[in-house]
């Protein structure tokens, strides 16, 4: 087993054969794994066949890992019908469970919602909420808090979508897009177009639906192409924010419209009395329905190393149960990485490099997110305290300064890697 490679190659370089590489190049990727048309209550049991996308390892059921001298062993009581820890960077994934199940994913689905959206609407866009836009939300909605009548920018909307997991603020924007029917349409194509091919959308915010699935596998890649986009970082990295109210009359006359504040309820970037908050977390997005249990996909980055970690549905009764999970498998990665012969791989998109083209990606947060090889804006977010009042320094986490370093188009087409901009915790103490 080799050991930990240098900060300028080990996020880029797969750890492998020569063989293994030379079969990525030329062997076609494969299909998700035909099945029965998937319910909205999935069975107990992960079905016999899976999708092999990303490696015949990860299709199969059970846990899968390669353990050998010096790799630290699992934790032993992850409960989670799935879950995947992942290297963001390179793409490796470390180990699996189930990583193809396909079961549904609640709110973690507003990663594809965003990842799919977000470059379509200025921040600063102005939208007056009207009764049709609120329509169809289902009961026992979590919701932020949009009044008809009240307008809003975008970006208090993506407040309300990321930290309050508002399916009022889903809805609007999906009203700005010309409808829910469009916005699942499109959400399914660039799912496609990222190779998700465990994952059919019915509803945009992941209320439970007959027939609306993913996986863990899918919702690694939704986090890892969200994280392209600057504002994606920004607004999954924000713990709390002041999001507008509804305009009144004070004991004056005077009409006003106060503020209220509103808190991210990721547990492992806001903290809880029985959950610290995580060392070095960045995002993603939790998730909590009756069909889907607890789910969570969540980003951290050690010492260089960024680790993409997603979890459904534990078995195990307990308060904040699935950030336990999480933060347990997050720690084993960051132990294991660079040790561990990783299982399988995070593909790219299907529009990124390939063999004959240029390795280079384009776009930013203002990109389509479908070219080749979305890039991050090279513009860091030094924190969130502009438009709308998120306060920075309750902002855990920032993107690390200047470029974001692009990969030499030749690896890129040998080890199919799509990096990730620097993710480094803030230094600056919190009030």
């Known amino acids: 087993m080799s050991a930990p490679l240098k900060k300028t190659a080990g996020r880029s370089l797969l750890v492998t054969s020569a063989a293994l590489s030379s079969l990525a190049l030329t062997a076609p990727l494969a299909p998700a794994a035909p099945g029965p048309t998937p319910s909205a209550s999935p069975s107990a049991t992960p079905p016999a066949r899976m999708s092999t996308v990303g490696g015949a390892r990860l299709g199969l059921a059970g846990t899968q890992v390669n353990l050998a001298s010096g790799v630290p062993v699992l934790p032993k009581d992850i409960t989670a019908r799935s879950w995947i820890v992942t290297d963001a960077e390179s793409g490796d994934v470390l180990a699996s469970h189930n990583a193809h199940w ?191 249990g607890a789910t969570f996909t969540g980003v951290a980055e050690r010492n260089g190393r960024v680790l993409l970690v997603t979890v459904m549905n534990p078995s195990k009764e307990g308060h904040n149960e699935v950030y336990k999970e999480t933060a347990k498998l997050f720690d084993w990665g960051f132990k294991a990485a660079g040790k561990v012969q990783p299982v399988g791989e995070l593909v790219p998109p299907k529009g990124a490099a390939q063999p004959g083209t240029s390795g280079q990606a384009g776009g930013g947060s203002g990109g389509s997110g479908r070219s080749a090889g979305p890039a991050a804006s090279d513009q860091p977010v030094a924190s969130a305290t502009a438009d709308g009042g998120s306060r920075g320094m309750e902002t855990a986490f920032a993107i690390a300064g200047g470029l974001l370093v692009l990969l030499a188009g030749a690896a890129f087409l040998v080890n199919r890697r799509w990096p990730l901009p620097d993710l480094v915790r803030r230094r600056s103490s919190r009030p």
């Not at 609007?172 to 499109?186: D, F, H, I, Q, R």
Request: glycine share 10%.
């Open 102 to 292: 396909r079961l549904p994913p609640a709110s973690t689905l507003k990663m594809l919602f965003a990842d799919t959206l977000l470059p379509k609407f200025a921040r600063n866009e102005k939208h007056k909420v009207v009764p049709s836009d609120l329509a169809g939300i289902g009961a026992g909605s979590s919701m932020v808090g949009i009044k008809e009548g009240e307008t809003y920018t975008v970006h208090d909307l993506w407040l309300g979508v990321f930290l309050r997991s508002g399916n009022d603020a889903v809805h609007v924007l999906s009203a700005m897009n010309k409808g829910v029917a469009k916005t699942v349409g499109e959400m399914n194509a660039h799912a496609e177009e990222l190779q998700a091919l465990d994952t059919h959308v019915v509803s945009p915010d992941g209320y439970d639906a007959p027939g609306q699935v993913s996986s863990a596998y899918d919702l690694t890649l939704f986090a890892r192409s969200g994280l392209q986009k600057k504002d994606f970082r920004e607004y999954c990295s924000t713990v709390t924010a002041k999001f507008p109210g509804e305009t009144k009359k004070n004991k004056k006359g005077k009409t006003v419209r106060t503020p209220f504040e509103i808190q991210n309820t990721n547990r492992l970037l806001s903290g809880d009395y029985d959950i610290s908050q995580y060392q070095g977390i960045a995002g993603v997005k939790n998730g909590n329905t009756t069909n889907a």
